[in-house]
T-cell receptor
Framework: GEDVEQSLFLSVREGDSSVINCTYT??????LYWYKQEPGAGLQLLTY?????DMKQDQRLTVLLNKKDKHLSLRIADTQTGDSAIYFC?????????????FGSGTRLSIRP | DVKVTQSSRYLVKRTGEKVFLECVQD?????MFWYRQDPGLGLRLIYF???????EKGDIPEGYSVSREKKERFSLILESASTNQTSMYLC????????????FGAGSRLTVL
């Protein structure tokens, strides 16, 4: 079945780069997403990548997609305390309805001074 | 900006009580969702609705029901709350154009004693 996997925790030093990794199982996924959840809040879309792209960059965020290995990563450059949050990877398989957006378990990013 | 509003942010209920969680969106989206979020389990889909009075079961519908009488409002109902329904509940609606981005409410944290 479809599954999205992420490690549960990541700790980085302030100013370093954070790399959050995700693997997915459905090779036909059209869109892959990164959502951010700050404490006490709902999820907010950070960025997404279409399956025919390998990379997408948006300011401090870089998304890399390796379709062969079904691996998605989110790199946050110059990590700040405001980046402390839970980051969810999600995929939408090809031809599926919106109800079939599948989320990973989330990676909790903590920042060390 | 799409806004999804969950009116109850924190609720404490007793076992056996009936619980209503309300969600309202202001962008005329047809599709709305209720997810449950538990640590280490990510988001699990409870129910979704693709139109007024239409609903479909998600992955974990047991113990829940929903109501969609108006397009902008999607309610989650726990007929008889149980302690294992203590969780964070997230409502979302979706923009059907383009990348199918989900917009989430801030969440309703329910504790059942």
């Amino acid at each position: 079945g479809e599954d999205v996997e992420q490690s549960l925790f990541l700790s980085v030093r302030e100013g370093d780069s954070s790399v959050i990794n995700c693997t997915y199982t459905d090779s036909s996924s059209t869109y892959l997403y990164w959502y951010k959840q700050e404490p006490g809040a709902g999820l907010q879309l950070l960025t997404y990548i279409f399956s025919n792209m390998d990379m997408k960059q948006d300011q401090r965020l870089t998304v890399l997609l390796n379709k062969k290995d079904k691996h998605l990563s989110l790199r946050i450059a110059d990590t700040q305390t405001g980046d402390s949050a839970i980051y969810f990877c999600a995929e939408r398989p090809t031809g599926s309805s919106a109800s079939k957006i599948i989320f990973g378990s989330g990676t909790r990013l903590s920042i060390r001074p | 900006d799409v806004k999804v509003t969950q009116s109850s942010r924190y609720l404490v209920k007793r076992t056996g009580e009936k619980v209503f969680l309300e969600c309202v969106q202001d962008m005329d989206h047809e599709n709305m969702f209720w997810y449950r979020q538990d640590p280490g389990l990510g988001l699990r889909l409870i129910y979704f609705s693709y139109d007024v009075k239409m609903k479909e079961k998600g992955d974990i519908p047991e113990g829940y029901s929903v109501s969609r009488e108006k397009k902008e409002r999607f309610s989650l109902i726990l007929e008889s709350a149980s302690t294992n329904q203590t969780s964070m509940y997230l409502c979302a609606s979706i923009n059907p154009a383009g990348a199918n981005v989900l917009t989430f409410g801030a969440g309703s944290r329910l504790t059942v004693l």
